[in-house]
């Protein structure tokens, strides 16, 4: 799929490649500075500089355990009370990463989908009004609207919109993930966080789940750990590469799958190691 | 060939030492499983024949055994009937019982909550060998401790004697804390960690977490530790004889001296001849406990079938 006599073309292979998007159109909407997380005195991620442009679709790719689940958690704070993170984390000029920031607010802007879809055991409608309840909203209206709208971005309400009292536990995997990406839009955030989002799913839904994400992207921004290459290559715009905790390549995803300027991320996409 | 599958056949066929084994372990272990459902049998059938000697030998009516407020066995009342009303202690139980478990369910599933969502630390290196030792603490010395320091508190306070149903429910709530905890604490455990990390990341904070998630995820293993404390209050007899009072009278207040099924049967099992309707009496008591304990062993079952619906 990648062309191999590109890459072996590159007499001279760097140590680490950088490129930071600077497309005026699509301005930087997060920034990580000097990121470090630990845990405990294990350092999971150091040099993790990366931007992230608005309205575009990044994705983290790397080996097993090379930081980049860790580096996605660490963005909403989801990592607080597992790991240390030092550093600055910059949303819209705004160091997130800091104790005087209201980390539930903060999540309302920055949401996160999991891994493993994980709805309450609540109804379908409840499961999306959960967030927006806990926020006072109660009028049934506006969260019947929400609801509603939400489902259809998620691109799950033709499926469900007859059912929406029923268990959200009886949706199959692919429904009940792209509920929680929904569930997850009905506060209305900036960011989307993805963590490996169809890696639970079979292909019919994962590529379902891509669809609805390249639509979101007009909405959100979106930053996706992904396993899958061919999934990163299809979505996304940038791409950054993890290996052992740092970030080796970071490019438009075009160039990291055709012309990577790094060793190991080359022998990665093409799929000799990892 | 032939000869080959023919040693391969028999290489298959022998009854190996691992297949002898196997054998011997089933054995083992069901006959272990035989001895355990003959005694359980045992124990049912003899209490049972024992306890419902009382109507059939002594033709004591099951309505006035349930219904009657004056326990004397040895005595006949006006109409010549022996006076075996078992409802003070009935009531004696069921009252401490439920008193004991709502006075203990907020302390234990709070201190679940702390132990396993708010301080897991400071939960497992302290709280944990607490909730051990108390379990471990025998009877007889929380019932001396009622019998010293709740007792004349008791009397203190609300007058009397001090011995009664409150003394008994302070004893009680302690004696069955330690159950419940330990049990809500592997309930909240059991709630997957994908669901907190499902709310927080919606921008909830923890204790709305705690309370919309984890606690209603929670529910039908919480509700198992409440009822197990309850069936364990339920049959407690040392500790509460020792601060309940023993006068078989119906509760007029919580600070009257009372008596449940189990302090009833302690201080009497003892004074009466086997056979006798005082002894046949106690036996039907000791019935009562017996099924009230299945019966909470079948809400137990129920609740645990109606949590894995979910």
Request: net charge neutral; with cysteine; glycine share 8%.
């Amino acid at each position: 799929m990648f062309l191999s006599n590109d890459v072996q073309e590159n007499t001279e292979m760097l140590e680490r490649h950088i490129v930071q998007p600077a497309d005026a159109e699509h301005p930087t909407i997060l920034s990580t500075e000097d990121l470090h997380v630990y845990y405990g005195k294990k350092e999971a991620i150091s040099e993790g500089d990366l931007r992230f442009a608005s309205n575009q679709i990044t994705a983290l790719i790397g080996p097993s355990g090379s930081g980049k689940s860790t580096f996605l958690r660490s963005l909403n704070r989801m990592n607080d009370r597992i790991a240390t993170v030092t550093g600055r984390i910059m949303y819209r000029g705004v160091d997130i990463n800091q104790p005087s920031i209201d980390v539930y607010e903060m999540r309302r802007r920055v949401g996160m989908v999991f891994q493993r879809p994980n709805p309450f055991a609540k109804s379908i409608y409840d499961n999306i009004a959960f967030a927006l309840r806990l926020r006072g909203t109660t009028d049934k209206h506006e969260l019947d609207e929400i609801v509603e709208t939400s489902l259809k971005q998620a691109a799950l309400w033709n499926q469900v919109k007859d059912d929406l009292n029923k268990s959200a536990l009886a949706l199959s995997g692919g429904q009940a993930q792209r509920l929680c990406i929904a569930r997850a839009i009905a506060v209305k955030p900036d960011i989307l966080l993805l963590d490996e989002p169809a890696s639970a799913l079979d292909p019919v839904s994962t590529s379902q789940l891509e669809d609805t994400l390249l639509e979101l992207k007009q909405n959100y921004s979106i930053i996706i750990v992904t396993h899958n290459m061919q999934q990163a290559g299809r979505i996304s715009e940038y791409t950054a590469f993890f290996n052992q905790g740092r970030v080796l390549e970071y490019d438009t995803t075009s160039h990291i799958f055709t012309n990577p300027q790094v060793q190991i991320t080359s022998d990665y996409v093409s799929g000799n190691f990892g | 060939m032939m000869k080959s599958t023919q040693q391969l056949e028999q290489q298959l066929k022998r009854h190996s030492k691992a297949a002898k084994l196997e054998i011997w372990g089933k054995v083992v272990s069901f006959s272990a499983l035989i001895l355990i459902v003959a005694v359980v049998v045992g124990i049912i059938g003899f209490v049972a024949s024992k306890g419902l000697a009382t109507f059939f030998t002594n033709h004591v009516s099951l309505w006035d055994f349930l219904s009657g407020k004056s326990w004397n066995p040895g005595v006949t009342d006006a109409n010549g009937k022996p006076e075996v009303g078992a409802l003070p202690m009935i009531m004696g139980s069921f009252l401490i019982t439920v008193l004991s478990a709502i006075v203990a369910t907020p302390f234990a599933i709070g201190t679940a909550v702390f132990m396993n969502e708010i301080s897991p630390n400071k939960g497992a290196k302290i709280l944990q060998p607490v909730t051990e030792l108390l379990v471990g603490i025998p009877s007889v010395v929380y019932g001396f401790i009622g019998l010293s320091v709740v007792v004349p508190a008791t009397r203190a306070i609300f007058g009397g004697s001090g011995f009664g149903i409150l003394s008994g429910t302070c004893v009680l709530f302690v004696m069955i804390l330690p159950t419940v905890t330990s049990m809500s604490v592997d309930a909240l455990r059991a709630v997957p960690r994908y669901y907190r990390e499902a709310s927080l990341a919606l921008g909830a904070t923890q204790w709305q977490t705690i309370y919309k998630v984890v606690l209603r995820a929670a529910t039908p293993g919480l509700m198992t530790a409440v009822v197990f404390g309850m069936a364990r209050a339920f049959g407690e007899a040392l500790a509460v004889q020792m601060v309940i009072g023993n006068a078989a009278l119906m509760p007029g207040s919580l600070v009257d001296p009372s008596s449940t099924l189990t302090s009833v049967l302690t201080t009497g099992i003892g004074n009466t001849v086997m056979g006798s309707l005082q002894n046949n009496a106690l036996w039907s008591l000791a019935l009562v406990l017996l099924l009230m304990s299945l019966v909470f062993n079948l809400i137990v079952r129920l609740i645990g079938r109606k949590g894995r619906l979910q």
